[in-house]
């Protein structure tokens, strides 16, 4: 096997090829990440998991800046910053982070600083009003919630700026796996709440980087 | 074929046999309703359609009060009403009212009259904010909503009392049928949140009836 | 019951609330489109059948601007178009064209003209190469497609804007009722493809206002 | 990422913010735990497992009251017991005991104390008979079956109280996962059973917790 | 196109080919049922709707004895009855009828008369408690329930015969098409329980057939 | 909208673009194939019911050959037959002939004659082994099967063709929607059998082509 | 807890209890095995896995006659057989036999001889055919397959006795979990395959002990 | 239990009964493999995991060529290459290419050698069109794609030749399991993908054994 890095993705997209880990034998996923070194001088990887880092051949792994809890790592130098008060990423629970992280890390790898604000689920409803008027600010938001995802919908009817919902699979019975949160974001009451995959914190990240750039 | 009808049901759990009308012939559907008027003197009819209201033989079907909205019918005289400030109902939508009717009608055949609060839904949360106080008076609220059902978590967040959703079928694409709403009361951040089957307006009055008996 | 009409929602998220009339009864639909007509001196309409669109009064459905492909109906006057060339709507197959319309329309109730193009799906890829250039100038895209939404992935790899997939119920077998375009659009292999419900035109203009709003 | 405790919850609702540690790194669940703590002199902490429970610090699991069977643990002193006649939890059989002993334990986290009765499974009928008495005398009683979760019928038809379902994961095949339980309590034929999601012994308690404060 | 009628398969199980009507075109339900007749004589034809019923021509329709409630006809003369003491058929409800009939008049159409019980539901357990021993004489009995299908499970701990759970389409919400019946049929904590295709009253038929002729 | 027909199609794939008209409304399915024709000379009109065969203006229906029963209509005249040993179309039951004929006139309208061999279903194995030898002469045998599918996997263990699994919608309960058959089809333990979409018999014929043509 | 073992089970149905002991702790498993055994001098532990076996305490594990490959174990003697020309099974594949032989055991646990044949998966039809003179002597055969099931179809027009699927989890991508199976074995073309939950080779056993003692 | 290998399979379809390790116990496995090298002189054995390769009779593990990545091996000798022209396997992913390997493999097995193509997927288009002319000039192409399996229609429409999907399960969230893919390959826009099981390289290469044998 050979790998094709689709190198010409910033000059399409503005958004270069990350390599995801999960699925990749530990050869495949180094080939793919030195591919996109070779091409653009860095490299995104994700959802590489503790014990997919921990496989890796220390040369390589010495030269990563590795999260678990994100479970992503960049290889090579991170950029400046060019933009930061343009998103915020915003979770409904403290097991939502994980996911909330891969965005921010993903957006900060791209230059874009965002604002994190966890623990605002609508259980008890003041959480999001005591920050509605700082995310209200923000022309993309980026909404990270699992369970039953009833944020998506309340933080739809209060928020202004383009919504980006990403199900978690947080949860347990019906709520497991994220099939609940994820239906909850496309069938929201709420106008124009948009979603990703579960889980998909990247995505979301990309997403929110077409916003900025168009 | 005969019919058993339940007789001693009201001395063991205190509801009477209602008679689901859908799926049954128009024969079947009166014969359940005689045996249950011979047993009470009194019979509730639930999911009787227009179509079927309209098929009944017109001696049986002038001694009914029909509600077309929430295909309920009541043969016999209404009881007295004994109770009237434990029970609210409560709305997201418009659509939502004719399951929330089935159980308005359900509660007052057995002489509990309930306050039914419309078009509270959380896309515009300044609504449900502004009846919270009406509502949070009540020991039993039953919450009617399709779409995402994300007014169950809203609601469970801020109202002390028995929660009762009842998740409609109002929606198209992932939230059709009400699988969507199902899993979000399911699911709910907010504790203790308990659930119906889909358009089952019936069954919430039934429960709320346990409740006052208790 | 009682309409709450959510007059406010205008000034929080700059979108006007619309009506969305199945699962309603021609007295609630008129109901609601009064009230919003009340509040804003106009009102959309949205999944309005030709059937529910006949059964309205007629001194009502006169006053309406109605479109029978995107069942969608206009009460009172247009507004002028302060943005035309912000938006764009590609559609796979001319089945998907009604819910195009839907979007279109939408748009176009706040202002917004966009560009309309039909029938680029993907069987005949040079259909989509022949319109890159036009797509690419556009900050947002609103891909309509349905059977298995390959055109949300290919368009992805393709186009820099926000993009905005709408599966669409076009389809039998595995791809009836929206699900395997839903689930193409979710898991697209294109970074940052965001997604509605299924058949909602609706929601994906929502949502470009929301960006363009930003 | 920062822990907002809802520590206004239990002026609301009545219950205070358990712990949900599931999905929870080791220092979340000791971060969400300690505020709970701070707030309120005591915390509950559930689906706390085995491996968890060993994972934290000596220093913090030494404070909990830690039950395996159920994986709840309660941090700070019980407080006393104020209720006792009021709610029973009754199991089908013996692998459903692990949930029963969720709501067990969370009802005499805010001092109630409830009688358990285990093994009643319908496929010997007279066991469920000869508590049928004993159970009857209870306002509220919890049920907590898996598998085809027939028990909720069958005692929806004799018991007067309310009436929580709680379906069990315990099964194989069609049963596996509690959906087939879930959809037997929802669908029950006895008027006014109602459910919370599969495994959830809290929410039902909450649950009971709401209809006795009411 | 032409019917390749199984002629043979008496000979090899005991049991004819029956024409299943829906799917077919009149002209094919016809051309196999004259194909069957010629054959031996007698022909049954199932899931023959009223409005399929109406459509055929007179000439054939005038040779068939047809129940529209079990939508079941028969061309040629009913054999002698050979068995009358073997099999009881038992429903939940009155609107799980007409699947049991269909399997009465299977079993008629091969000589073997049967016993239908209607409306034990467990609801009201006293019914079933009133013809158990009834149906403890029997060797087989057909069970038929829609909704939740607790029947099956309290039947299969009582009767010591061989039980065929028929689980019908009656219901509706998570109960509507059969699917929660079917799993807890499947997963019947009763043992032995066996389980035909939803609203199949012919197959369970045949397979109390099998039993019969072994 | 506009109509972007496909007229390389054939240079490419060799297979001219065919107008699925289920989804299009009478003028965009009138619209499609007229580009067609003007292209080709010829069209093929696939999923045209009945109903919208009545709607067509009289004036385009009279230029076509219309078969109600797989609902295809042709434009144009009929090609030479220049192959007409290479592909036989193969049904279990009666009821699926609709879709085998779907499959043998679009071969046809592509010039290739098939041996259409009706009512081999498995449950009489007799009918499927007095067939083999004829069936195991051809290259490609297209299997057109509902229910549960069973008719794949005893083809696939005894001829040696290219097999073509066509699941039909033929069916109720748990194989209502072809579902079942599908994952039958998918799911064979004899090895290569490979499968279309639910009633594609258009899909079929297609792949049969591609392979006559490599 | 209390064990609530249900002694009276053979009295009413012929069966005695068994212990289902996946779910159950070890001191669980245990406890209901002693109370079985009290009950009636011996007991059938089903679904007890090789870890489950290692884990019980060896003064009672030592008591046990175990089978790794069924799972299962007795506790005390075995029975004399007192039948032995009923009872068939027969398995599609060689992976198939771990089911297959937990109901070799629990037939054997009840004094019952079965017979059998493994291996006779239709993709080699011959297989099936050459022991289909075996198979069709007897009265009762159970049928255990995975993957697409095709052999309860084939099996069903071929033999005359009662049949019972056992569809087992044999399988991957659309046949893992064995949904694939169990709904060819519902949906089957042959007259009267009745059907056991996934892996259910206890209660294919237990439906031919009834059928047995009828 | 006793093998009953298929040694007429070549005869009568033209390609050896493989064996399917997963599932089987080591035993099982063993037997089987050396059954069909008793019957062929070779075998191929698939599924067949480093766990349960490393649990094997080193006698017997010795004697294969083992490829981890694919999971398949090979017992005896590999037959001589007799066609070297007419399979293509391209894959969208790097992930994909274990389950490419599995069909390369197979088809080295029976003589045949293939072009294995990787990393094309249509995130970056550009790689399947670099490829393009290569790949259509095979008569038969089999195509391996996870995710959303956009890759069967881009090349559906670009390539003539005999196409066969495979939907692989890699992916995560919706795409999870490789249900998503494989809806795309059935549902596909393009005329005439045809489709296997979800990672069922080994079907794949089987049909494109047929039709080079055809
Ligand atoms: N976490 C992620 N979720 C979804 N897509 C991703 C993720 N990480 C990388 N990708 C994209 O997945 C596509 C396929 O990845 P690969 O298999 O590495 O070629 C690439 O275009 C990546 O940009
Ligand atoms: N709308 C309803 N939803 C659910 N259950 C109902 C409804 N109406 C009546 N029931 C109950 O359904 C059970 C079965 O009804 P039946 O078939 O009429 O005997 C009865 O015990 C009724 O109390
Ligand atoms: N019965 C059918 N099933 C599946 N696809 C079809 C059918 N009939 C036509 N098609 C194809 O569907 C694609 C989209 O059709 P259209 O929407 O007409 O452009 C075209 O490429 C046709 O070749
Ligand atoms: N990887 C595979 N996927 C699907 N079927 C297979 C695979 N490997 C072998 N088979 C076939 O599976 C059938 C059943 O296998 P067995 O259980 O080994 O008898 C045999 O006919 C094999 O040809
Ligand atoms: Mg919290
Ligand atoms: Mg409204
Ligand atoms: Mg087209
Ligand atoms: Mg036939
Ligand atoms: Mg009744
Ligand atoms: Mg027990
Ligand atoms: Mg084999
Ligand atoms: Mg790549």
Not at 93 to 120: H, I, K, N
Request: net charge negative; proline share 4%.
């Amino acid at each position: 096997w050979a790998i094709r890095h689709d190198d010409d993705r910033p000059r399409r997209i503005g958004i270069a090829e990350a390599v995801l880990c999960s699925g990749k034998t530990t050869e495949q996923a180094v080939a793919a990440a030195e591919a996109a070194f070779a091409a653009h001088g860095r490299c995104l990887m994700t959802r590489l998991s503790p014990e997919a880092f921990a496989a890796l051949p220390e040369a390589f792994s010495s030269r990563l800046d590795y999260d678990p809890l994100s479970r992503t790592a960049v290889l090579g130098a991170w950029p400046e910053i060019h933009d930061q008060g343009s998103v915020a990423v915003a979770t409904a629970g403290t097991a939502d982070v994980a996911v909330a992280l891969e965005a921010v890390r993903t957006l900060r790898f791209e230059g874009v600083a965002s604002d994190l604000v966890t623990d605002v689920g609508v259980a008890g409803l003041w959480r999001l009003l005591s920050v509605r008027d700082r995310l209200a600010d923000y022309p993309v938001v980026i909404l990270v919630a699992g369970m039953e995802g009833a944020l998506f919908s309340v933080a739809g009817g209060l928020l202004p700026g383009l919504l980006i919902a990403v199900p978690t699979s947080v949860g347990y019975g019906v709520t497991a796996a994220g099939k609940a949160a994820l239906t909850s974001a496309l069938g929201s009451c709420a106008p124009g709440v948009l979603t990703t995959n579960i889980d998909n914190g990247y995505g979301a990240a990309c997403a929110a980087l077409r916003a900025l750039n168009a």
